[in-house]
């Protein structure tokens, strides 16, 4: 059973930046999405980034292009979500989701088979 677990949510004033990290011990050896989402209070849950393992290739939503990149540590199975310019609608619960096939991280399917408990980041002005 492979239980993603979040860390490196914090409180920061806008502007600033935060990297989160996603272990995921036991994940599959084989290609597979690992993509992160988030959630803010009274909104629906939304993509935020993903990365395909099998060749690196990476993909963003549009609010967070240019500011969030994700990357990953394959010797660790850790994922990480580096996020700059922060600003107040990036105040969120961010989730990791692992396992999924290529069609989740182009965002045609949902098919994360893990999902973990989640981060806070809270950005004030």
């Known amino acids: 059973q492979v239980q993603p677990v979040e860390s490196g949510g914090d409180s920061v004033q806008a502007g600033g930046s935060l990297r989160l990290a996603c272990a995921a011990s036991?994940?599959?050896?084989?290609?597979?999405?690992m993509g992160w989402f988030r959630q803010a209070p009274g909104k629906e849950r939304e993509a935020v980034a993903a990365?395909?393992?099998?060749?690196?290739?990476?993909y963003y939503d549009e609010p967070v292009k240019g500011r969030f990149t994700i990357s990953q540590d394959s010797a660790t199975k850790t994922t990480y979500l580096h996020m700059n310019s922060l600003k107040l609608e990036d105040t969120a619960m961010y989730y990791c989701?692992?396992?999924?096939?290529?069609?989740?991280?182009?965002?045609?399917?949902?098919?994360?088979?893990?999902w973990g408990q989640g981060t806070q980041v809270t950005v004030s002005s």
């Open positions: 990365i395909y393992t099998g060749d690196d290739s990476t």
């Open positions: 989701a692992a396992e999924g096939s290529w069609f989740a991280c182009v965002g045609t399917a949902l098919d994360y088979k893990y």
């Open positions: 036991g994940v599959t050896q084989g290609a597979h999405c």
